[in-house]
Each structure stands twice: as C-alpha cells, then as structure tokens.
C-alpha cells in the first residue's frame, strides 16, 4: 500500500462545482503539502502545514482552502471550480527530524474543469 | 516564490551522458534537490547535495553545485533508456521546497 494515498485519482467537473481532494499518510509525518503541476511550470506550493494546528498559503492559495483533520489528513478544497484550475495536484509529506527534508509524493490527482 | 529555471527538454542517445541544468534564486537553501517523476507517477527524491558541498557522487549520478552563480547540475552517466522521465531540480526555504519547471530527458536508443 501507497504511503501518501490521494483521492480521487481523476475528476472531471464542470465550472462553479465545490471539489475537494482527499490525501491521507501512514508515514507519521507531520509536514504535509499541496502542489500542483502544469506543463512547463513544475510544480507550485499551494499550501502547507507543519502539524495539526499549523496552516500556511503557499504561492498560489487564491481559489483554494485546506483542512488538516488530523496528523494524518489534510485535504484541498476548490470552493467554485473553474478552468484554469485544471492541473494535476499532489499531496506530499516530510520529516522534520531527517536530515534532508526529503518530500514523499502521492501519486496525484488529475483535475479536469469544464 | 523562489524562480528555479530549467530547460525542458533534453535528447540522448543510450550510453551518452546527460547533464540537466538548474538555476536558483535562494542562496540560503540548506539542501538542494533532484527529484525524477515517471510518467502517472509521483516525484521521488534521486539525490541532493548539502548546500557547503561543490560535487556530490551516487553511482551515475553526479551532481555539481556553484553557489557563486546558484548553479545546479545533475549529470547522468551512461543514460539508459530507463532514465526517460522528467527531472526537477528544487531548492528549500524553511521547509518550503520550490520546483523548478522540470527537464523532460528523452533517451533515444
């Protein structure tokens, strides 16, 4: 079993929808983040948490909220869906006690916006 | 954000080696990355080189800092086919960890 495990893994939904995407992690971490990818511009912090009580926006927060429900869960929201939020997105986690901050990935969640 | 550049594409034949190459902004990263995404896949750490270091070697992989331009390299011996992916360099700030665009190596047999 996956240790960053995001749901759903596909979605397809029509503009003004309230999304949300699901991650959830058995590695006992307590940093987790929300990125997202496009072509040709890597990937971009949306948020990120340090530990249950602890939320921050990344570079690109506008449009989006988070919920972490628990050390183990932290979820997206996409309040009103539109277009350019098309993107595939990804859940990852980190140590803080390793010594490299090394991120551990979900395998994404590709959104698709009509 | 931090800017973290890179090209995007790169081409090899199998047995050349390939050098990926990244600019960074922050120069008070503490660690720098590379990270290799296969394809339907998420990211996983390949190497990282602490950020006093100038060279850092791991089989095929070589990585070369020059903190005096914030330049990053990753060189891949002998590249096979098996290396096709997409290549991102990152650097961290505080624990924010900021992508480059990714390099997208494709290795020709």
């Known amino acids: 079993d996956a240790d960053v495990t995001q749901t759903p893994r596909n979605r397809i939904t029509k503009t003004g929808k309230r999304i949300m995407l699901e991650c959830s992690q058995t590695k006992g971490h307590d940093r987790m983040y929300w990125y997202r990818q496009d072509p040709g511009l890597g990937l971009r912090l949306i948020y990120y948490s340090f530990d249950v009580k602890d939320i921050n926006k990344g570079e690109i927060s506008d449009g989006y909220s988070v919920s972490r429900q628990a050390q183990a869960k932290f979820s997206l929201s996409l309040e009103s869906a539109i277009p350019n939020q098309t993107a595939l997105y990804f859940c990852?986690?980190?140590?803080?006690?390793?010594?490299?901050?090394?991120?551990?990935f979900g395998e994404g969640s590709r959104l698709t916006v009509l | 954000g931090e800017d973290v550049e890179q090209s995007l594409f790169l081409s090899v034949r199998e047995g050349d080696s390939s050098v990926i190459n990244c600019t960074y902004t922050?120069?008070?990263?503490?660690?720098l990355y590379w990270y290799k995404q296969e394809p339907g896949a998420g990211l996983q750490l390949l190497t990282y080189?602490?950020?006093?270091?100038d060279m850092k070697q791991d089989q095929r992989l070589t990585v070369l800092l020059n903190k005096k331009d914030k330049h990053l390299s990753l060189r891949i011996a002998d590249t096979q086919t098996g290396d096709s992916a997409i290549y991102f360099c990152a650097e961290d700030n505080f624990n924010k960890f900021y992508f480059g665009s990714g390099t997208k190596l494709n290795v020709k047999p």
């Open positions: 080189i602490f950020s006093n270091m």
């Open positions: 990852a986690t980190s140590d803080q006690t390793g010594p490299t901050g090394e991120l551990f």
């Open positions: 922050d120069s008070s990263s503490t660690y």
